[in-house]
């Protein structure tokens, strides 16, 4: 079945350590999101790549980093320099078009402990 | 800036009643708006898509209203269900520099339906 994957689904991480969140896609989508969702707050944009091999920052890429090798995958590193990882964690693809339907994955709840 | 709110910020009602939801948003320029239901712990799904020149657009029992003069949306939802308890997301979509959309997303609101 065509999808967006999020793995894993649960995530727990000691201070000072990077940890990679992964993000895979099979409805063959140019556009892939990272957001980060907080109680009480709407998602806020990450990362995002339009294509393979290019990436941009969001409203809050401080203390992430991402890639973008194949078109399939868009992996997100959440660094020790974010100073608050605790959240949970979307990944949507699109295809690129305008009005056309985006997608999310399952999200993966990090905790810092 | 660019922003989206939604209201109420929850909502209670019992099972079988109607209820509606609010969007106001800033975002331009405009692409689309979406609205989207997330189940707890769960990533979001679409209800709705409209364009610019779309009124109304529905759903099954979800109706959604679009007036981009006032940039306002609503979500009506007839005859609620329990599986209706969820948080509702109001997502405006915007264009990237460089192309492509930017999403901005509200805050949504929670809605529990009781027996």
């Known amino acids: 079945d065509g999808g967006i994957t999020q793995s894993p689904k649960y995530l727990f991480r000691k201070e000072g350590q990077n940890v990679t969140l992964s993000c895979e896609q099979n409805?063959?989508?140019?556009?892939m999101y990272w957001y980060r969702q907080d109680p009480g707050q709407g998602l806020r944009l990450i990362y995002y790549s339009q294509i393979v091999n290019d990436f941009q920052k969001g409203d809050i890429a401080e203390g992430y980093s991402v890639s973008r090798e194949k078109k399939e995958s868009f992996p997100l590193t959440v660094t020790s320099a974010q100073k608050n990882p605790t959240a949970f964690y979307l990944c949507?693809?699109?295809?690129?078009?305008?009005?056309?339907?985006?997608?999310f994955g399952q999200g993966t709840r990090l905790t810092v402990v | 800036k660019n922003q989206v709110e939604q209201s109420p910020q929850s909502l209670i009602i019992l099972e079988g009643k109607n209820c509606t939801l609010q969007?106001?948003?800033?975002?331009?320029?405009?692409?689309?708006l979406r609205w989207y239901k997330q189940d707890t712990g769960r990533g979001p799904v679409s209800l709705t898509i409209m364009t610019f020149s779309e009124n109304t657009k529905s759903n099954g029992r979800y109706t959604a209203t679009l007036d981009a003069d006032t940039k306002q949306s609503s979500l009506h939802i007839t005859a609620s269900q329990l599986s209706d308890s969820a948080s509702y997301i109001c997502v405006v979509s915007g264009l990237l520099t460089g192309g492509g959309n930017k999403l901005t997303f509200g805050t949504g609101t929670q809605l529990k339906v009781e027996l």
């Open positions: 949507a693809s699109h295809p690129g078009q305008v009005n056309t339907e985006a997608f």
């Open positions: 969007c106001n948003y800033t975002v331009s320029p405009f692409s689309n």
């Open positions: 409805l063959n989508h140019d556009a």
